[in-house]
Nanobody, 119 residues
Framework: VQLVESGGGLVQPGGSLRLSCAAS???????MGWFRQYPGKEREGVACIKPSARTGYADSAKGRFTLSQDKSKNTLYLQMNSVNPEDTAMYSC???????????????WGQGTQVTVSS
């Protein structure tokens, strides 16, 4: 499975950004999610879509980030609103997961897209 992320870039605090993750195919019955990684830190889960199609969010993302999916395009989106400098990180999507926000439980990863929040 190939995953290609896009949509990252420079955004001002309080602004919005939409990340996209295009998958070469769907792995049915698995989780698909977004993760982020700060330099020198472990990757942390941001949001996921479960096999049930329900979504899960990290506390840092609740109320600000929204996950959506276009199944016809095998694409997962992460709408990021009210961003702040603490959201600056490399964002990667993953699929083939067996749980929501634990990166260790995912099989396939994209290369990532950088998000920088700065004025």
């Amino acid at each position: 499975v190939q995953l290609v992320e896009s949509g990252g870039g420079l955004v001002q605090p309080g602004g919005s950004l939409r990340l996209s993750c295009a998958a070469s195919r769907t792995i049915y019955g698995s989780y698909m999610g977004w993760f982020r990684q700060y330099p020198g830190k472990e990757r942390e889960g941001v949001a996921c879509i479960k096999p049930s199609a329900r979504t899960g969010y990290a506390d840092s993302a609740k109320g600000r980030f929204t996950l959506s999916q276009d199944k016809s395009k095998n694409t997962l989106y992460l709408q990021m609103n009210s961003v702040n400098p603490e959201d600056t990180a490399m964002y990667s999507c993953a699929t083939g997961g067996t749980s929501c926000l634990s990166g260790r439980d995912y099989m396939h990863w994209g290369q990532g897209t950088q998000v920088t929040v700065s004025s």
